[in-house]
């Protein structure tokens, strides 16, 4: 059972930098299509990014593209989400997930493709 614990949330100010982390456990990251989606409260959990199992393609969502960056490190087996530029629209849970069946090339983006999922971890930007 493929196990998500994601880290690196805090309380940033506007502008600043964050780089949130997921160790995968139970499998290797190689094997799966990755993803990071955000909730804030009372809205739906959306798709951020993700990145395919080879080739490292990846999607973002257009709310954060140029600002925020997916990548994986295999010797690691982590998943990063590097955060730049931030944002108060960006304060929500970060929540990490992981695809068994995707497309060696795709990164996926819809939620419900998405078969394991961390905990989350709370970012928020002040203003």
């Known amino acids: 059972q493929v196990q998500l614990v994601e880290s690196g949330g805090g309380l940033v100010q506007a502008g600043d930098s964050l780089r949130l982390s997921c160790a995968v456990s139970?499998?290797?990251?190689?094997?799966?299509?990755m993803g990071w989606f955000r909730q804030a409260p009372g809205e739906e959990r959306e798709f951020v990014a993700a990145?395919?199992?080879?080739?490292?393609?990846?999607n973002y969502a257009d709310s954060v593209k140029g600002r925020f960056t997916i990548s994986v490190d295999s010797a690691e087996n982590r998943v990063y989400l590097q955060m730049d530029s931030l944002k108060p629209a960006d304060t929500a849970v970060y929540y990490c997930?992981?695809?068994?069946?995707?497309?060696?090339?795709?990164?996926?983006?819809?939620?419900?493709?998405?078969?394991?999922w961390g905990q989350g971890t709370q970012v928020t930007v002040s203003s």
């Open positions: 997930a992981a695809d068994r069946n995707s497309s060696p090339w795709y990164a996926p983006t819809r939620r419900v493709n998405y078969d394991y």
């Open positions: 139970g499998g290797t990251v190689r094997a799966y299509g």
């Open positions: 990145i395919s199992r080879i080739a490292s393609q990846t």
